[in-house]
């Protein structure tokens, strides 16, 4: 069993050793002033004490991934393999994942002025099936990647917290957050209205290609979801785990790859910063867990944090999909549960608890 110290399920609408602090701080300023990226392949760490783990503490997440429904995931620290288990190269559905990758593509059109924040679903002229109300149409562009917009249209796929949304035209933008598939899917139309770019040809341009993934397939990918509850389509995504921790890798290095800026480091920084803190979070059920929320990432905070997950983040997706990025460590962790078959599962108060137990055998 994993030890725990987390008390909720992470969402529930999914379907789904030995180093010191100061080690750990000074790995991390280390790695930050001569970073190591993979280039074919990961280089991996021969002997996990060089970074303060013991071959004990990962014989022991070996042994818990075996007791669940992992089927892929990696532990990268210092751009190197730490950790590794299953079929890294296995492509599938990430679910949710998606969202948070749409907000790392966001950067580059904000910051040339392709994609202005404020500006309003009316100045869109962005309407839906059922038509939107007068206050929902004052919702921001960042309101729907803040999933602060108030807008409780029906979305065109299920695996959000809709059924607990407020009374329609009650809520003014910005004030209230709820984890809305509406949000986010308009978020995508937002995206491609602005950029007059396909979500799927930005994300093999300005991601797959500059990372040098593996197993990206472009043709994999389309958008979709029931037209007649929404016109805004759900944009899923599929990828590998080891794409995966390529991606998380980015954002622990603040948009940098092999001395490129891929994405603007003041939006890798923008999106990961706590917008909605644990207090505000709603229904007030997510409140009793470990997880707030930035721009279409989970960020962890609260009173109880532990010292080492202090500015950590995670995408997340139902099933069991991760990308889980811990700064104080120098850390990222790819995590896939692949589906189908869909009765296979992660949720994420086991994955929270695995994650939260293996990084702290450094103490």
Known sequence: MIATKLRFPLFLFLATTVASSAWAQSSAETSQESPTYPDKTWERWEDPTAVGYSKDSLAKLETELEGIATTGMMVVVGGKVLFEYGDLEQVSYVASVRKSILAMLYGKYVINNSIDLDMTLEDLDLDDVQGLLPI??????????????????????????????PERGSQKPGEYFLYNNWDFNAA????????????????????????????????????????????????????STRDMARLGYLMLREGEWQGREV??????????????????????????????????????????????????????????????????LDMVVAHKTAVPPFDRRVDGSVYMSLVESFAQTHR
């Open 188 to 239: 995508g139309s937002v995206f491609e209205l602005m950029t007059e770019m396909s979500i799927y040809d930005a994300l093999e341009q300005d991601l797959a290609i500059p990372l040098g993934m593996r197993d990206f397939d472009r043709s994999r990918h389309q958008r979709n979801g029931n037209r007649s509850r929404s016109e805004h389509m759900a944009y899923h995504m599929h990828f």
């Open 136 to 165: 929902e149409k004052q919702a921001t562009i960042e309101d729907l990647i803040t999933a602060r917009s108030g807008v409780y249209h029906p979305a065109s796929n299920a695996g959000d917290n809709t059924d607990q949304a």
């Open 263 to 328: 994405i603007p480091q003041s939006w890798a920084r923008k999106i990961v910063a706590l917008r909605t803190p644990l207090a505000e979070m709603n229904p007030a059920s997510l409140r009793k867990g470990p997880l707030g929320y930035g721009m279409m990432w989970w960020i962890w905070d609260g009173e109880e944090l532990p010292e080492e997950m202090q500015g950590a983040y995670t995408a997340a997706g139902a099933y069991g999909q991760y990308i889980t990025v811990i700064p104080q």
